[in-house]
Every structure is written in C-alpha cells, then in structure tokens.
C-alpha cells in the first residue's frame, strides 16, 4: 500500500510541476518549456512536443526495463508525466487535473506492471525468466563508459589508457576477492570489481576535465545574466524539497530506479553496487543538469538525481526523505556558485554530455545484446536471429524506435511470438 500511494504522490506532484514550468524530467524539454513560458510557443504546440520526445521512451525503454527488473525505472512515471503537465494548460482547476491525472497515472504504472507480470505467469511460454536476462550484461558493461567519455572528450589515447587502467583495477579487485587478501578484523572483505573500476575511470575523467581552465571572465557572468532564472528556481524550493523526499523515500524502498544499470543491480540484489552507480550517474549528470537549469529556470523533479543515491544509501524511508529533501535545497541553493564553478572549469562543463553520450552508447549496446541473449532464452536459435533482424530493419527504416530499446523490445516481440507458436503446436518451449 505504501508504494502504490508513493507512486500516487510522485505522479501528481511531478504532473503539476511540469504544468507549472517548474520542473521536467527529459532533459530535452527543460530549454523548451521557456518558450511556452515566455508566450513564444502555445500550450499545444508545447504538449505535442513533448508527447513526441517522451512517449517512444515510456513505452519502448522505462516500462521493458520496469519489467525485467521488477523495479519501476523512473522514466517511466516521470516522463509520462512531463506529457501529462504540459499538455494541460495552466490554472487553478486545470493545474489541479494535471495533478489528478498524475496521481492516477502514478498508480496505473504499478498495477499495470503487475497486471502485465500476472499475464506472463498465465502464458503457454512464460518467458519472464529468459526477459530478465535483459539486463545482465548492463550490470558489466557499465564500468566502461568513463573510458569512452574520455575517448570522446579528450583524445582516443587516453580513453585507452583509462579503459586499461579501469580493466587492470577490476581485475585486481577480482584476484584480491578470490584470495581474501583484504581483511577487516579478521574478515576479510569483497570489493565490487565493477564499483572500483568505475571509480578509477571517473578520477581519470574528471583529473582529464580539471585540466581544462578558462580565464574568459565573461563565461563567469553566466549565473548574473541568468540570475533571475535561478532565483525562479530558488522560490519553488520548497516543492522541489518535497518531490526530492518522495523519491528518495521510493528509492529507499526500491520501489523505483534512477537509470537502468543501478535498477539491474539492485535487482540483482547488489545494493552497494546500486547505490555506488546511482551516484556515479548523478555526478556525472550534474554539469548538463546544472546548466541547463540555470539558462532556462526550469529544473528536474529529481534534481541532479543525486536523491537515488541517496535513497539507496540510507536506512530507512523517513531518514531518505529527510536528507533527499535537504540535497534538494542545497543543490538549488548552491546553483549559482556552480555555475561559477563550471565556467572555470569549462572541461567538467562538457564532460556531462560527453558522459550522458557514453552512457547512452553503453547502453545501446549492454540492451542490445541483453536483449539478443534473453530472445535466444525464450526462443533458442529464432532469439538471434530476430534481434538481429530487427536491429538492421530498423536502422534501414530510419532508426523509428531508439536504439536502446530495440534489444527490450524486441526480446519481448520474441516472447509474443513464441507464446503464438506455442498455441499453434509448431513450437514446443524449452523445459
């Protein structure tokens, strides 16, 4: 009951904050909102645009991935209700409906989820076990995305030298956990190899960034040019305050999941592992989060994500609420010295889109062949075949579904077509 009135009260406060201009979740639509704020693009125009960047991911990326984990990725309520806000036009009764209308769509995502995994037990190929193999590869793949957002930031030579240092570091952590040479009081300790080598190839990402120094003092006007945005931002704290609690508190209870590589670990019931890539994510979104809320006064209702992190780490829901509820003020209250902060350090600045490109090509990648293995699970030798299939169809037809999603999707397309092979008697599912 706790999660579904969780759910409830994210959706409605993250539907009227999107009605408002006071926060949305996709980062493409924070420098439109504006527009339509400012009386240069309408209502319509505005709730169409943002129907067009979010719907495909709702539906082709958050709820696949929901599925497979059993733990609803954030995406999927959050964009949907960056649709629902700002489809609506602003007012007193219809911000109301907005907000009813999130609350709803809050609640439908957790029962719809558990009506869809019902389903799938009642199928004639229950093909929930070979889904879950979605995401496998994610949980490794994971730890190279600093290397490639060095490669792409800096030079592909020392996105080499970073990948190998990370690679050496992991493996270290794996020879040290086999021989339990850490000890801690006598017991010995087991190190995520994953988690250091993430940790080794962000030092290397942010020693490569701090490199990079501007002495261009009319960059570091950014936060007065733009300072009545921030401070548009500052007079919403407190409701900012309050969506950073109800996060934090779901993902404490992991009811829900900032990206999908932390989602897959705690699904795997790596909870530090968890918690170590929500803030390795939320770190390196800060930049691109940053920025873009001070240019444009609109901020993100789970702010620079750093509440997952947050979450995860505490020991109970009340203790996550509270504290994701204080990072929330201090990231508002300490934006405009940020923005100081980028400005010098115009390399960090930029390493946040190099970090959300490398992450994303991590992505295509890790779901692509998650999904590939888990087909093949379902439906051994026709898996491959179809995802390979599919994957080159929809290059060729102009990429319609983003690639992140074409191994998900498709391993479910895969389930649906076994389960009608199975009913017609030419397919006998594997024992």
Avoid: C, W
């Avoid at 020879?175 to 009081?185: A, C, Q, R, T």
């Avoid at 530090?272 to 001070?294: D, H, Q, R």
């Avoid at 895969?414 to 092979?421: A, E, F, T």
Wanted: proline share 4%.
């Amino acid at each position: 009951m706790v999660d579904v009135i969780l759910l409830i009260a994210i959706g409605a406060l993250s539907a009227v904050m999107a009605n408002l201009g006071i926060a949305v979740f996709n980062d493409g639509l924070r420098p439109i909102v504006p527009e339509n704020l400012e009386g240069r693009m309408s209502r319509k125009e505005l709730g169409v645009t943002a129907f067009a960047m979010s719907f495909g991911l709702v539906i082709g990326f958050g709820i696949p991935i929901s599925i497979a984990g059993s733990i609803i990725l954030i995406h999927s309520i959050l964009l949907g209700t960056d649709i629902i806000g700002l489809s609506i036009a602003r007012g007193k009764f219809s911000t109301m409906a907005a907000g009813v209308l999130g609350g709803l769509y809050g609640a439908g995502i957790y029962y719809g989820l558990q009506v869809v995994v019902d389903l799938f037990a009642r199928l004639p190929l229950n093909f929930v076990d070979g889904f879950n193999l979605v995401g496998e590869p994610v949980v490794v793949a994971f730890m190279v995305f600093p290397a490639i957002a060095v490669a792409l930031q800096f030079s592909v030579k020392k996105g080499i030298v970073t990948f190998l240092v990370a690679a050496l570091a992991r493996q270290l952590i794996v020879f040290s956990n086999e021989k339990g040479l850490l000890e801690i009081g006598g017991s010995s300790v087991t190190l995520s190899p994953e988690g250091i080598a993430l940790v080794v190839g962000m030092v290397f990402l942010m020693a490569f960034a701090m490199q990079e120094k501007s002495d261009d003092t009319s960059m570091e006007q950014m936060a007065t040019l733009f300072v009545d945005r921030v401070n548009r931002i500052k007079k919403f704290a407190v409701v900012l305050m309050a969506s950073g609690a109800l996060l934090a508190a779901a993902a404490n209870l992991l009811i829900v999941s900032g990206d999908p590589i932390t989602l897959n670990l705690l699904a795997d019931g790596r909870i530090n592992e968890g918690g170590i890539a929500a803030l390795a994510k939320a770190l390196g979104f800060v930049p691109l989060i940053a920025s873009t809320a001070i240019a444009t006064g609109v901020y993100g209702p789970a702010g620079f994500t750093l509440v997952f992190a947050v979450g995860i780490f505490s020991p109970n829901p009340f203790i996550a609420a509270a504290i994701g509820a204080i990072v929330i003020l201090l990231e508002v209250l300490l934006l405009s010295k940020l923005a100081k902060f980028l400005d010098r350090y115009p390399g960090v600045r930029a390493s946040g889109e190099n970090i959300r490109t490398a992450m994303t090509r991590v992505l295509e990648v890790a779901l692509l062949i998650g999904g590939a293995n888990a087909a093949n699970a379902i439906v051994p030798g026709f898996g491959f075949f179809a995802i390979a299939g599919f994957y080159l169809l929809n290059e060729a037809g102009g990429r319609p579904i983003v690639r992140m999603a074409v191994g998900p999707v498709g391993a479910i397309a895969v389930g649906i077509i076994g389960n009608i092979l199975a009913l017609l008697g030419i397919f006998t599912p594997p024992a």
